[in-house]
């Protein structure tokens, strides 16, 4: 069987927005995912001594099983070295500078062969709450361009400015990039299931720790459920009846309006020999074509949607579901 595929997510954002504060936060909450940064200059990165496992000239390995990465060597020579690592990161991350524009970056990504081997998974942009509406002539069109291209916008900062001040940097958010995503935050704390897929062999670990929690409500001392706010919620649907592609994707894109993030695996009468992945972050998604079923199986179709907490209407997505498979 073929290497599976190691998804990319591109990080934009003006000076000053938050992106190598972000990067701290995602390396110090990966949670056992593997992440690889691709960073121009590691000096930016917070990298505490005692974490580091290894370093050499271009990349650095964390105890926790993160990479950071220098693009010293160029984009694509960065993404072909991480690839043809024995232990392979789960996903990467390419930091873009402060004045550059990531459809370039993104570009680098269309060839064919980066394609099925590092797809992009989506443009995430950062933008600073308090600044953004204040930068005038180039600055001003290089942060519309960054923003542009946004799946997902990370509206940063929101605790320095007033809420009629955030409300007009959230319209010139939606006017600039009417198809993404606003996830507003603080320090450039996100819940990083917004962002990114967890990993097959998490999954499980995940499940477990839930039912345990649930089993004794949450009450001991050493759970750390109790202290996590979580800004999102999920729904999820599961079906064993093969279901027809062309009556299901209308149906994904009207949920991918309210949803942040969905994805799951699909059992469609149009390829009923194999299993079909799908994946969507902000309006950027894609269904490929997976391994084929074991003789011994159930094929079944197990979808999840990610969105902002009270902002999706699951007895209605449920029921349109269901409909597919009356």
């Known amino acids: 069987m073929s290497k599976k595929p190691i998804p990319v997510t591109i990080l ?5 927005a938050g992106k190598t504060t972000l990067l701290n936060h995602i390396l110090t909450n990966a949670n056992g995912m593997r992440m690889a940064v691709i960073v ?3 000096g930016s990165i917070n990298v505490d001594a005692e974490l580091v496992k290894s370093e050499s000239e271009n990349m650095i390995s964390l105890e926790n099983g993160c ?3 220098n ?11 991480l690839l043809a690592l024995e232990e392979r990161p789960d996903h990467i991350i390419v930091e873009t500078s402060g004045i550059a524009e990531p459809k370039e970056v993104a570009s680098k990504f269309e060839d064919p062969d980066l394609q099925q081997h590092a797809p992009l998974n989506a443009i995430i942009t950062t933008i600073d709450a308090k600044n953004i509406l204040g930068l005038e ?11 542009q291209v946004a799946d997902i916008v990370l509206v940063n900062k929101v605790d320095l400015v007033e809420e009629q001040e955030l409300a007009d940097v959230k319209k010139w958010c939606q006017t600039q990039a009417p198809f993404a995503k606003l996830v507003e935050m603080e320090f450039a704390q996100v819940d990083l299931p917004i962002l990114f897929e967890v990993p097959e062999r998490l999954q499980v670990t995940t499940q477990k720790t839930e039912q345990a ?12 459920h109790d202290h996590i706010n979580h800004n999102f919620e999920t729904f999820s649907f599961e079906t064993d009846k093969a279901l027809s592609l062309q009556a299901l994707y209308p149906l994904l894109q009207q949920f991918s309006v309210d949803a942040y993030r969905m994805k799951g695996i699909l059992n ?11 994946q969507c972050t902000g309006q950027r998604a894609n269904v490929t074509v997976g391994d084929a079923w074991q003789a ?12 902002p907490k009270g902002g999706l209407d699951m007895d209605t997505m449920r029921k349109k579901l269901e409909a597919l498979v009356i």
């Open 296 to 307: 011994e199986e159930t094929k079944a179709t197990r979808l999840v949607f990610i969105g």
């Open 40 to 42: 121009n200059d590691f």
């Open 137 to 147: 002539g180039s600055m001003a069109d290089l942060a519309e361009q960054q923003i």
């Open 12 to 16: 934009a954002g003006f000076l000053g």
């Open 268 to 278: 469609l009468s149009d390829r009923p020999e194999h299993r079909c992945i799908f």
């Open 71 to 81: 693009l010293a060597e160029g984009l694509v020579v960065s993404v072909m070295r």
């Open 213 to 224: 929690c649930h089993h004794h409500d949450c009450h001991d001392e050493h759970c750390d």
């Open 67 to 69: 990479i950071c990465c």
